[in-house]
């Protein structure tokens, strides 16, 4: 079974300028997350969805990022403009829903944005 | 070998030691635990969780440890393999309603394996 796919892998861009990242969670997974993570830390949550629905989106900047996941299976992470402290690895991670309370969840290799 | 809590970031073992990595978890109220693997490029890998009402669970290789009292827990990794070299995390989930509630993650510790 495919995991968890990201792209692209790296990405280096000036500041100022716009960036997409995309993922494809794993077949049959209806909740996602988006993650940003820096060097020696753990990942901070970005954006979740159940399905289409952005459940939990309090620690997204809106002035800058928007994220989307149309038809409830691939998504996609934008930054415009971005800047310099966006420099980072993007995590896309995703989980099946269920009633245990445990969901564990994947994670696809991340993108490794520069901000130059 | 073995890390005391966050503030020694790295960890450095002979090829065949135990391993014990330690995290200080913040809520008390948190019921849920998981220990994530990340490797070089790679995203964080599942190892093994625990919820609130254990001390203790053994996977392969690995022994999670809780302490509630002072809200600690410890991954114990046996026979350390160059495998293993990663940075580990530990993240606790937040009591809240709901499924999915969220991770909230620690600092990670690199674990350097010596052959």
């Known amino acids: 079974e495919a995991g968890v796919v990201q792209s692209p892998r790296y990405k280096i861009i000036e500041k100022k300028q716009p960036v997409a990242f995309w993922c494809n969670p794993i077949?049959?997974?209806?909740?996602l997350y988006w993650y940003r993570q820096n060097l020696g830390q753990g990942p901070e949550l970005l954006i979740r969805?159940?399905?289409?629905?952005?459940?939990?989106d309090s620690q997204l900047p809106k002035d800058r990022f928007s994220a989307e996941r149309l038809k409830g299976v691939d998504s996609t992470l934008k930054i415009q403009p971005a800047e310099l402290g966006d420099s980072a690895v993007y995590l896309c991670?995703?989980?099946?829903?269920?009633?245990?309370?445990?969901?564990?969840?994947?994670f696809g290799p991340g993108t490794r944005l520069t901000v130059l | 070998g073995e890390s005391v809590g966050l503030h020694l970031p790295t960890l450095s073992v002979q090829e065949g030691d135990n391993s014990i990595i330690n995290c200080a978890y913040s809520?008390?109220?948190?019921?849920?635990f998981i220990w994530y693997k990340q490797e070089s490029g790679k995203g964080p890998q599942f190892i093994i969780d625990?919820?609130?009402n254990m001390d203790k669970r053994q996977g392969q290789r690995v022994t999670v440890l809780l302490n509630k009292t002072v809200k600690h827990l410890s991954l114990q990794i046996a026979a350390t393999q160059p495998g293993d070299s990663a940075v580990y995390f530990c993240?606790?989930?937040?009591?809240?309603?709901?499924?999915?509630?969220?991770?909230?993650w620690g600092l990670g510790t690199s674990l350097a394996v010596n052959p």
């Open positions: 991670a995703s989980s099946l829903a269920g009633t245990s309370g445990h969901n564990e969840q994947f």
């Open positions: 077949s049959g997974h209806n909740t």
């Open positions: 969805y159940e399905n289409e629905e952005a459940v939990d």
């Open positions: 809520n008390s109220a948190s019921d849920y």
């Open positions: 625990i919820r609130s």
């Open positions: 993240a606790e989930r937040g009591h809240n309603a709901g499924n999915n509630r969220k991770l909230i």
